[in-house]
């Protein structure tokens, strides 16, 4: 199956510091990337929407000044957290479409970054 | 908007028995339905998915129904093994491209050997 990679895997930085994430499809195109965040013991949710070529779509309640996404190409999305502070600490994970999709919506996920922020 | 809800939300069963976990959704509109299994720490995996045409769908051991009229569809694991222990995930949305499934808030699946 497709391969959504994602790095790094762990990071652990100072609070008001920016860290940037990226995921990258390593097999196939995706024009549509999604961001997750993940508490322990609690479900995906759905951060933004990451379009190549466009403005990400952000979901209510997520800062877009807080959260930069940018999606530069067809197998690469970034999302940086800016000014990062203990409560943005959390398990990031990013999935992607094939662009082709051969008639599937399966989303690829990468393995997620568990950011730790003192 | 999609609203997906899951139970239950723990499942203790014994190694070789089955384990059925169940999910609801909102939106008609909805025509796929995956499930992820999730270990500790690690990836989503895709294990199942089912499209609205269809309402059953097999594989090995993990078999998933769908109910369109009653907007539930179902996962089911038989003759448990340890290994099958993870967090699963339903999830529903519609195939139309750039929109992003809708997930259950999981089900924490423990096989007791």
């Known amino acids: 199956g497709a391969v959504v990679s994602q790095h790094p895997s762990r990071v652990i930085c100072k609070s008001g510091t920016s860290v940037k994430i990226e995921c990258r499809s390593l097999d196939f195109q995706a024009t549509t990337m999604f961001w997750y965040r993940q508490f322990p013991k609690q479900s995906l949710m759905l951060m933004a929407t990451s379009n190549e070529g466009s403005k990400a779509t952000y979901e209510q309640g997520v800062e877009k000044d807080k959260f930069l996404i940018n999606h530069a190409s067809l197998t690469l999305s970034t999302l940086t957290v800016t000014s990062a502070h203990p409560e943005d600490s959390s398990f990031y994970i990013c999935?992607?479409?094939?662009?082709?999709?051969?008639?599937?919506?399966?989303?690829?996920f990468g393995p997620g970054t568990r950011l730790t922020v003192l | 908007g999609e609203n997906v809800e899951q139970h239950p939300s723990t499942l203790s069963v014994q190694e070789g028995d089955s384990a059925v976990i169940k999910c609801t959704y909102s939106?008609?509109?909805?025509?796929?339905f995956p499930w992820y299994k999730q270990e500790l720490g690690k990836r989503p995996q895709l294990i199942i998915d089912?499209?609205?045409?269809?309402g059953e769908k097999k594989d090995q051991r993990i078999a998933v129904t769908l109910n369109k009229t009653a907007k539930h569809f179902s996962l089911h694991i038989t003759e448990t093994q340890p290994e099958d222990s993870a967090v699963y995930f339903c999830a529903a949305h519609l195939y139309s491209g750039n929109t992003p499934p809708v997930f259950g808030k999981g089900t924490r699946l423990s096989v007791i050997a």
């Open positions: 999935s992607a479409e094939s662009i082709s999709g051969g008639g599937t919506d399966t989303q690829y």
């Open positions: 089912i499209r609205s045409n269809v």
């Open positions: 939106d008609s509109a909805s025509n796929y």
